[in-house]
């Protein structure tokens, strides 16, 4: 009788560390995702718009608190005295699927690869529009960098601004030329928590 109580009690325990030990599977955090920070310039028509001008750009994304909604941007096009002045950071995405292009330089060990950061943004000329910014790291030093923006309209939905439809896109940095800048993919961190993923309303066709 003692040796059956025992074995219950024995089978008692290891089925509520098995218990305990799923619910803090369930509760684990998400892997940590990278996070991108660049500035500098393309030299851009506006799609045709304008004479050939610098873009100047900051941009940043990633995931910060669990959610891909850390970033910033502001952007200048010096032909059509274009600002825009990002309001919310609503997507951090990598372009196609799983984590897209992404690779190791074998100079820094640090990621490269095209992220895509998307939000809202207001602007002196169009008002309140989506943004989605394409910016990739292609590794050190910089000179193949690329960086291409998309605005919409937020009251029409319409695209009222890109540098996409021109000769020459994706735009490299200073057209390849160096000293333009520099796109920085950066290793995941513990402030970093999160996954790839958001609501980016101008990548819409």
Known sequence: MRTFTGALFALGIALALVAVTAQRTVIAHPAPCDFLTGGGFIMTTGSGTHDVAKGTFAIGGGCKHGTPTWGHLEYHDHGNDLNAHWLTITAYLAEGDGVGDTSIDPKTKQPTGTRLVC????????????????????GEPGTEDQFDIRLKSQET?????????????????????????????????????????????????
Do not use: W
Not at 120 to 128: E, I, M, P, V, W
Not at 177 to 197: A, E, R
């Open 119 to 138: 939000g809202t943004a207001r602007t002196n000329l169009y008002g309140d529009v989506y943004f989605m910014v394409r910016a990739h790291d292609h």
């Open 157 to 205: 939905g319409l695209e009222v601004y890109t540098t996409e439809n021109e000769p020459g896109t994706p735009h490299e940095l200073n057209d390849g030329n160096g000293g333009g800048g520099n796109i920085q993919l950066h290793k995941p961190n513990p402030s970093t928590d999160g996954q790839l993923g958001g609501d980016c309303p101008a990548r819409e066709m």
